[in-house]
């Protein structure tokens, strides 16, 4: 596995490359900033000084400023290219972050078009059941499988196969990658477990359910259309 910058670097792609040092990472430490209360400072660290020698071919006089004031000793532009062993991948982390980026930019869509007074986000994650007709339905497709007879198996649930693709080329490779790979991925526990930080980010109270649980609230009948990666929305 390579990290996106150091490909760009070595298919000669500076502008990709810088674009990923310039934005993409700050844009990474900005999340990690806002989704913590208490950031851990050595996390910030082993990331500012790795980014210095990211910048170094573009910014060498600005990055040999920055590094002592990190603890520097030797010139940022001789020091190692930063490595994924250093930074070993967390893919259920990432794809965790990833869900919740996207349920606070659709819910973010979503309150702008919705009128009047606003006291709460129903967030509604996928039933088991859809998860199954979800995963089994995109494999049976890109094998060449039964797609007709998964949709026989699901049929009860209503949800035409054409939705499931649609949301297939919405996520993008990328992220359908990670969430097929992550077979017991618990999208409910993430979302619940951010709740409280996504209704700080939309000034509104998020109330995260899963479709098919006992006691559902759903005044707006929203649960039976999630997805993976879907979740239904509501605002009362």
Request: charge should be positive.
């Amino acid at each position: 596995v390579t990290h996106p910058l150091t490909r760009a670097m070595d298919e000669m792609k500076p502008r990709r490359a810088s674009s990923t040092a310039f934005l993409d990472i700050w844009n990474d430490v900005r999340w990690y900033l806002r989704r913590l209360k208490s950031p851990r400072k050595q996390t910030l660290t082993d990331v500012f000084t790795s980014w210095l020698r990211l910048i170094a071919p573009f910014t060498p006089f600005v990055a040999e400023r920055l590094n002592p004031e990190l603890g520097g000793r030797s010139l940022a532009s001789e020091a190692a290219w930063p490595s994924l062993r250093d930074f070993p991948v967390d893919e259920r982390a990432e794809l965790s972050e990833m869900v919740v980026g996207r349920v606070v930019e659709e819910a973010r869509n979503v309150l702008k078009v919705v009128k009047g007074p606003k006291t709460t986000m129903n967030v509604y994650t996928a039933s088991d059941a859809a998860r199954s007709y979800f995963v089994e339905l995109v494999k049976a497709r890109a094998e060449g499988g039964a797609v007709g007879a998964v949709v026989k198996k699901f049929s009860s649930l209503k949800v035409p196969p054409d939705r499931v693709f649609r949301l297939q080329f919405e996520v993008g490779e990328s992220l359908l990658a990670k969430y097929l790979r992550q077979a017991k991925f618990d999208e409910y526990g993430v979302l619940s477990d951010a709740a409280e930080f996504m209704s700080s980010e939309l000034g509104v109270k998020v109330a995260v359910q899963k479709a098919g649980s006992p006691k559902l609230h759903d005044p707006g009948n929203r649960a039976k259309d999630s997805l993976p990666l879907k979740p239904g929305i509501y605002v009362e």
